[in-house]
T-cell receptor
Framework: GEDVEQSLFLSVREGDSSVINCTYTDSSSTYLYWYKQEPGAGLQLLTYIFSNMDMKQDQRLTVLLNKKDKHLSLRIADTQTGDSAIYFC?????????????FGSGTQLTVLP | GAGVSQSPSNKVTEKGKDVELRCDPISGHTALYWYRQRLGQGLEFLIYFQGNSAPDKSGLPSDRFSAERTGGSVSTLTIQRTQQEDSAVYLCASSLEIQGGPNYRAFFGQGTRLTVV
């Protein structure tokens, strides 16, 4: 099995940078993902990183992957009130013969004006 | 369709009743997942379908839960004799199972909010 740790809450001021962290203990996943869930909505794929990359930049989003420490982070530059949501890290696991998308517990980001 | 469609969006049922939740995946997606999200918590894997293979039911919490996927497309999650602890948002996702490909990711529906009273 595997465990994922995410900080449950994060508050930042509008315009500041946000960093959301995710630590996992085991993964054979080719891709790792960040999903965003806004209140009352489903999950939306924000970005992903290929497992042989250290960093991926996508507009205001920067994903960092440290495979040695099994640490994934999402940095949001110039955070806006519309970024307030729950953010989940996720990856594909293959327990036995099946594959399933495994999620962290989520970090609730609150952006203060 | 353009995205994953789930119905109903909201369901209120009495304890002890059976409910059926429907998921219509993106056309051509061979993999389909059901997750449960309790209030304020993360996603809990329930069941996974991949093509014509036997489904992975390892996440189903009890024998009151079952799911079918007919014709490799639409899926129905059935909860029998509902209990209050079944109250949650049930999310469905589909994906193209192309390992290592850029489309190897899941697309989620909006979910069905189930309330057992």
């Amino acid at each position: 099995g595997e465990d994922v740790e995410q900080s449950l809450f994060l508050s930042v001021r509008e315009g500041d940078s946000s960093v959301i962290n995710c630590t996992y203990t085991d993964s054979s996943s080719t891709y790792l993902y960040w999903y965003k869930q806004e209140p009352g909505a489903g999950l939306q794929l924000l970005t992903y990183i290929f497992s042989n990359m250290d960093m991926k930049q996508d507009q205001r989003l920067t994903v960092l992957l440290n495979k040695k420490d099994k640490h994934l982070s999402l940095r949001i530059a110039d955070t806006q009130t519309g970024d307030s949501a729950i953010y989940f890290c996720a990856w594909w696991e293959a327990p036995g013969s099946a594959r399933q998308l495994t999620f962290g517990s989520g970090t609730q980001l609150t952006v203060l004006p | 369709g353009a995205g994953v469609s789930q119905s109903p969006s909201n369901k209120v049922t009495e304890k002890g009743k059976d409910v059926e939740l429907r998921c219509d995946p993106i056309s051509g997606h061979t993999a389909l997942y059901w997750y449960r999200q309790r209030l304020g918590q993360g996603l809990e894997f329930l069941i996974y379908f991949q093509g014509n293979s036997a489904p992975d039911k390892s996440g189903l919490p009890s024998d009151r839960f079952s799911a079918e996927r007919t014709g490799g497309s639409v899926s129905t999650l059935t909860i029998q004799r509902t209990q209050q602890e079944d109250s949650a948002v049930y999310l469905c996702a589909s994906s193209l199972e192309i390992q290592g490909g850029p489309n190897y990711r899941a697309f989620f529906g909006q979910g069905t909010r189930l309330t057992v009273v």
